[in-house]
């Protein structure tokens, strides 16, 4: 029996791909954002359900990396992967963007965990299951004080 997706798919447009929407959507990484997940899984920190990590301007150096803050940003839902994880983070800041303010993706798996009203509190806004705050620069123990936060939400 064929996949209902594949279906859906053949009946809606008669020339798809399942092979170029697998690329498009599992192998379309260049080498260095495959580097850039590889650092993340393997700098996370976890604290009760809470994955997050830390992407600093020294990182962006010592990792050479040509991406800005905001591309990498993108990548917090890397974390989303860890079994009994419910809420997850991505700190960044490359020290060149909006003056080097620190960017926070914050995701969640849904309303009990609700991420929003911690972004409220520092001037960012989303919803239960994706939220965003922009820091001042340099300021890490603002994040450290959101991190204790959201370790509480349970």
Sequence with gaps: MKNNLLITAELI????SLEKFY???YTDYSEEEVRIKGFILTNFKIKNNLAYIFVKPSDFRKQGWKLKRDQLIG???????IKGIKIWALFASDG???D???????RSRGEKHSIN??????GGGGHNCAAGISLRKDDWEQAKEIIKQLKNLH
């Design 100 to 106: 080097g303010k620190i960017r926070i993706s914050l």
């Design 13 to 16: 447009y008669p020339r798809f």
């Design 23 to 25: 690329q498009s959507i």
């Design 117 to 122: 009203r911690i972004a409220q509190i520092y």
């Design 75 to 81: 990548f917090v839902n890397c974390l989303s992967e």
């Design 96 to 98: 060149v963007t909006d």
